[in-house]
């Protein structure tokens, strides 16, 4: 059992699970923290249950109902995302409470349709429309593709209370406490941008039209599907989303490169020596064999400069790089200044295609690229610390 004893706010409560199990997210992104599916009971003459939570945790959530709720029903179910992680535990919760209605956008029903099958009434609701739950009032506003195009949120004018579906959400367990305030928020910003660079990253405009469209409201406190609650950090984590989905940056650089041999690496070291004798601190390498793509995007997200190295492998990139290449392309990340480096023994491919990288990225080339021929002699390494350098300039400008 988890946090009931402590409301979120006057009557919600706090239903959520913690999955300490899954080692991918979406089964990709590492969960080394762990991470949290949060979901919340509004208890007013009507009862309200935001969200559902992994079906695989469905056991401990109904446990966790049942004990707030002491026996009363649950009236309806909102539906701010259908995504399993939250909307999982739909097909048991109905055949638990068979006469609860859903409620949800014309787009949610779409899919949950299709996802289960239902035969308790639904509550559609469009743009700001209300939903009465006695003194609870709540308001519906659409958020699409925050983080899928059926997304909404839900909001309490009486508590100027948020439930945010994914945005504002972030990996990591929630480990003896919901708030913000009581817990070592420490890890959780890194794992926040990571997060965002890979489930919201792409849909940088859409963060920005509803963080626009909700920029309105009063707020004391955002309950999102993932991470703690915000109160205390709330205008932090919404200003770091206006910052992220304007693709903002902080000064510093990111290497990605791979290497089999180490001659790349090489190359790479000179070039961050170049960035840090030109003034540049934040300096990120990422070996891309050892860093998680995730890791790298997320740096991506924070910092001005990217450089990348490959070695030429099968007339190609190093396969590695080539699918970091289609991961910042597919996100569509802007605002940077971006430069290249390759090598290759008989016929170099790999330094062409990330020269031409910049063209697709609409980024402007930083210095010149260089491509190396077999074993690195000093005239190279002395390009790749003039590239180094030339980095440090437009970073700075
Ligand atoms: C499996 C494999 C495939 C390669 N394919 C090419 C190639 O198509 N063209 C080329 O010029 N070099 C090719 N190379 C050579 C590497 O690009 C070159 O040795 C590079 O310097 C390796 O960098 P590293 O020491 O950082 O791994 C290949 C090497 C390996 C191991
Ligand atoms: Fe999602
Ligand atoms: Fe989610």
Excluded at 23 to 48: R, T
Excluded at 77 to 84: K, T
Excluded at 195 to 202: E, F, L, P, S, T
Aim: glycine share 10%; with cysteine; aromatic share 12%.
């Amino acid at each position: 059992m988890t946090y009931l004893n402590k409301p979120v706010a006057d009557n919600i409560y706090y239903v959520g699970v913690n999955d300490c199990q899954k080692h991918l997210f979406e089964n990709y992104l590492p969960l080394p923290n762990g991470v949290s599916y949060n979901s919340y009971l509004i208890v007013d003459e009507k009862v309200a249950l935001v969200d559902t939570v992994d079906v695989a945790f469905a056991d401990l959530f109904f446990r966790q109902i049942d004990e707030v709720l002491k026996g009363r029903t649950i009236d309806y179910l909102i539906v701010d995302h259908m995504e399993p992680d939250h909307a999982g535990s739909i097909g048991l919760l109905v055949n638990r409470y068979p006469d609860i209605q859903i409620v949800g956008n014309k787009k949610t029903f779409d899919f949950l349709k299709g996802y289960f099958t239902v035969n308790c009434p639904l509550v559609e609701v469009a743009e700001g429309g209300e939903l009465s739950l006695g003194k609870t009032k709540l308001n519906f506003y659409m958020a699409p593709m925050v983080h899928w195009p059926e997304v909404m949120v839900t909001y309490d004018p009486e508590r100027q209370l948020l439930f945010s579906a994914d945005a504002f959400g972030t990996f990591g367990a929630l480990n003896g406490s919901f708030c913000d305030d009581e817990l070592d928020l420490t890890p959780f910003w890194d794992d926040m941008r990571r997060y965002y660079a890979c489930i919201v990253g792409k849909y940088g405009m859409q963060v920005q039209g509803a963080l626009k469209k909700l920029g309105g409201l009063p707020l004391q406190t955002i309950c999102p599907t993932h991470g703690p609650v915000w109160k205390t950090q709330l205008p932090k984590v919404v200003g770091l989303y206006d910052q992220w989905s304007k693709y903002e940056t902080e000064p510093g650089c990111v290497i990605a490169y791979g290497s089999m041999y180490g001659n790349t690496q090489q190359l790479a070291e000179a070039v961050a020596q170049g960035l840090v004798d030109g003034g540049v601190r934040n300096v990120v390498m990422h070996n891309v064999s050892k860093s998680d793509a995730s890791y790298i995007l997320a740096d991506i997200f924070k910092y001005k400069g990217l450089i990348i190295g490959s070695p030429t492998y099968m007339n190609g990139l190093y396969p590695l790089i080539d699918s970091l290449l289609h991961k910042i392309e597919e996100r569509g990340i802007k605002n940077h200044v971006y430069g290249c480096f390759g090598s290759h023994t008989w016929a170099g491919t790999a330094c062409k295609r990330l020269t031409e990288f910049a063209e697709t990225m609409k980024w402007p080339l930083v210095g010149t690229p260089v491509d190396n021929k077999q074993g690195a002699d000093t005239e190279t390494l002395n390009l790749c610390y003039e590239l180094g350098k030339a980095m440090a300039a437009q970073i700075q400008m």
